[in-house]
């Protein structure tokens, strides 16, 4: 096929049409919108709790800058995706500033840098000498070939929860475990067959194989990267079939440690208010919630740095995130910045988030306030808040791409795929199916690379 033709025929597939039609839906619809009062500006969010945490900031800038007064506005998660990227791809306005989650901020780096719709904030963190302020490494999610479109409202280092009731009732010592064997070993008298079924009653861990996050948290804590930090798709590594492979013995055969306790559902928090799981992962924020809304598990529960795959590697992963982020499309970016710092930046915030819901400031200016050395009674008095920004520097990067979420989905086809064929062979050990890991993996790049060549806006970086 001449190349001619080849283009002729991508132009007329039935998905770009598909596109296309739905930019002009989506565009006419955006033109329908209301529009901000006349000299006001918009905060876009999806978080309910944060139009209230603002509520002071806001009005204290309000009092100082009248003629552009903002308003935060809490809109439904998937609405606020779809505004945004309708507004950057269609080139129509959306809110002045917005506070959008990791798996929406990424799909606005789909195409080259001068078309994502977010002001690059580089140049305005070096010249207020700011670059130094968060981690690197914590950045990297908001980042795209080396720039820097928005700033995150917490770093979320992982740590492992686990029932300390239980634990020390066993005379277990946590502090002699520096690996996952380590605690699957020392922790394995916890399981055990209570009614004779020939099926554990409790399980060591909460997680399964079909969840994204805990195959992300597990991926990232082992440097098995799905991207290379061009973000190039790297699915096809040794390292991704070496835990991969690893994990299957996790969820399946003889040996397996862990249980689908879902978090967020009734089922899942009865699971563990039963004990059914010892560990669960644990984020700033996931703590924060259990606080709230397991309130039976107070005095019950510790936290540990995550058991590493190996001895002397990472006690932590990454899970969650948010940021905020100025629109293009926003009148004088300069003006935005400064409110972005007012908000982000301020001890006020970073004192609501931790006290309220112990996500900890990624600020270095504010890992010495005396809140995060409180002993916790939830946690069985742990200092919560220097636990976790103990990880600050241990944080793993984090990829960018607008097809993180696709990659993660294949890694998790072939894990499910590897976990069958164990079960059909009753083979369950890594070294035995590492093998079967790297052809699937290899298929699974191969997919992506062509979903990524299919897509007509996404064209070579600068």
């Known amino acids: 096929m001449s190349s001619a033709r080849f283009a002729s025929s991508r132009a007329l597939s039935p998905g770009i049409w598909i596109i296309l039609l739905l930019a002009v839906v989506s565009?006419?619809?955006?033109?329908?919108?209301?529009?901000?009062?006349?000299?006001?500006?918009?905060?876009w969010t999806f978080i309910d709790y944060n139009g209230k945490n603002y509520a002071s900031i806001l009005a204290a800038w309000n009092r100082a800058h009248p003629d552009t007064r903002l308003q935060a506005k809490v809109i439904e998660y998937a609405a606020l995706q779809r505004r945004m990227l309708t507004g950057f791809f269609s080139g129509t306005p959306t809110a002045d500033l917005l506070e959008v989650e990791r798996s929406i901020a990424n799909r606005a780096f789909i195409g080259p840098?001068?078309?994502?719709?977010?002001?690059?904030?580089?140049?305005?963190?070096?010249?207020?000498?700011?670059?130094d302020e968060i981690a690197p490494a914590v950045y990297t999610p908001w980042s795209s070939r080396g720039r820097i479109f928005g700033?995150?409202?917490?770093?979320?280092?992982?740590?492992?929860?686990?029932?300390?009731?239980?634990?020390?009732?066993?005379?277990?010592?946590?502090?002699?475990?520096?690996?996952?064997?380590?605690?699957?070993?020392?922790?394995?008298?916890?399981?055990?067959?209570?009614?004779?079924?020939g099926q554990p009653d409790r399980y060591l861990l909460s997680g399964w194989n079909n969840n994204p996050n805990t195959i992300d948290i597990l991926l990232l804590q082992a440097d098995a990267q799905l991207f290379d930090p061009a973000g190039r798709p790297t699915l096809d590594t040794p390292r991704n079939a070496e835990i991969l492979a690893r994990l299957v013995s996790w969820f399946a055969g003889p040996n397996r440690i862990a249980a689908d306790a879902s978090d967020f559902t009734f089922a899942g928090n009865r699971q563990r208010l039963e004990g059914y799981v010892v560990a669960t992962f644990m984020p700033d924020w996931l703590a924060g919630s259990w606080r709230k809304d397991l309130t039976p598990l107070a005095g019950k529960v510790k936290l540990m740095p995550l058991p590493a795959w190996e001895r002397g590697g990472r006690r932590t992963s990454a899970w969650g995130g948010t940021m905020i982020g100025i629109a293009k499309s926003a009148p004088r970016p300069a003006e935005k910045w400064e409110l972005v710092k007012m908000l982000y930046f301020s001890r006020e915030l970073a004192e609501t988030n931790f006290n309220e819901f112990l996500i900890v400031s990624p600020l270095r200016r504010h890992h010495h306030l005396p809140m995060y050395d409180r002993p916790d009674p939830y946690f069985c008095g742990q200092p919560v808040g220097r636990l976790y920004l103990d990880q600050e520097n241990n944080v793993p990067t984090r990829p960018s791409s607008p097809y993180t979420q696709e990659a993660l989905r294949l890694a998790l086809d072939v894990l499910g795929t590897l976990k069958q064929h164990a079960e059909a062979t009753g083979r369950y050990d890594a070294a035995s199916l590492e093998p079967l890991a790297h052809q699937l993996l290899a298929e699974a790049q191969r997919s992506l690379l062509r979903q990524i060549a299919r897509n007509p806006f996404l064209l070579a970086a600068p």
């Open 113 to 131: 840098l001068d078309r994502v719709g977010f002001v690059d904030l580089t140049d305005y963190l070096r010249a207020d000498g700011l670059t």
């Open 27 to 43: 565009t006419t619809g955006v033109l329908l919108m209301p529009a901000p009062e006349r000299g006001g500006a918009v905060l």
């Open 151 to 197: 700033i995150p409202i917490g770093f979320h280092p992982v740590l492992l929860a686990y029932r300390a009731d239980l634990v020390e009732a066993a005379g277990i010592d946590v502090s002699q475990i520096e690996t996952w064997d380590d605690f699957f070993r020392l922790l394995r008298p916890l399981m055990f067959d209570r009614n004779g079924d």
